[in-house]
């Protein structure tokens, strides 16, 4: 199939993981909630679960427990013109659940991809990007824009960028890693050189 064009979504709120190894307020990226995203309308919001104590993002939002709790946040930032995305597990049940809370966009959670990247696991790696592609071309049937990120980098992005329905991948703490080292800009043309390779892929 013909792949809509791929956009790279640069997350720099990791600038906060730096921040946070040492406390303190600096560097310190702007961050809120649903009141700061309807009092500055921002062109799209993304809805992740946190923990408290967590580092960074550990999972996908169960949309499908939290039904009754997402359904007037999410009400409420669509009636501000936002364009809301769900951050959640890359299942068939999961697209479905988003589409009835009337969410336009899910970025699929590739954290456990990535991690069977590291490890080296051809099995599971074969696995995560079949959940990945199910997930990717059933949401994009039933309507979702389909957006996909979580530990993604030079190693591991190329096979999810060629999955033809997404259209963006969001990725942060590897491109403010390689910043520290070579600079932001290139950091992010080297991910957009990788982004490209993999969307190459896709069969014409």
Excluded: W
């Excluded at 906060?16 to 799209?44: C, F, K, Q, W, Y």
């Excluded at 809301?84 to 009835?100: I, N, W, Y």
């Excluded at 993604?152 to 990725?171: F, H, K, M, T």
């Amino acid at each position: 199939m013909n792949a809509l064009p791929l956009r790279l979504g640069v997350n720099i709120d990791h600038v906060a993981t730096v921040r946070n190894a040492r406390g303190g307020a600096h560097p310190d990226p702007i961050s809120e909630m649903v009141g700061l995203a309807t009092r500055l309308h921002p062109h799209a919001a993304c809805l992740v679960p946190e923990k408290r104590e967590e580092r960074t993002t550990e999972g996908g939002l169960d949309i499908i427990g939290a039904h009754a709790h997402l359904r007037p946040v999410i009400k409420e930032l669509k009636g501000e013109g936002i364009r809301v995305s769900l951050f959640v597990e890359p299942e068939v049940a999961v697209m479905d659940a988003a589409c009835d809370l009337q969410a336009p966009v899910v970025e699929l959670h590739t954290g456990t991809y990535c991690e069977a990247v590291v490890e080296g696991d051809e099995v599971r790696i074969a696995h995560e990007l079949e959940r990945l592609c199910r997930a990717a071309e059933h949401g994009a049937r039933i309507g979702l824009e389909i957006h996909a990120g979580h530990g993604l980098d030079l190693r591991s992005v190329r096979p999810v960028a060629a999955i033809p329905q997404i259209v963006e991948l969001n990725i942060g703490h590897s491109l403010i890693g390689e910043a520290i080292f070579m600079g932001l800009d290139e950091a992010v043309r080297a991910m957009r050189a990788a982004m490209d390779e993999g969307r190459a892929q896709v069969p014409a």
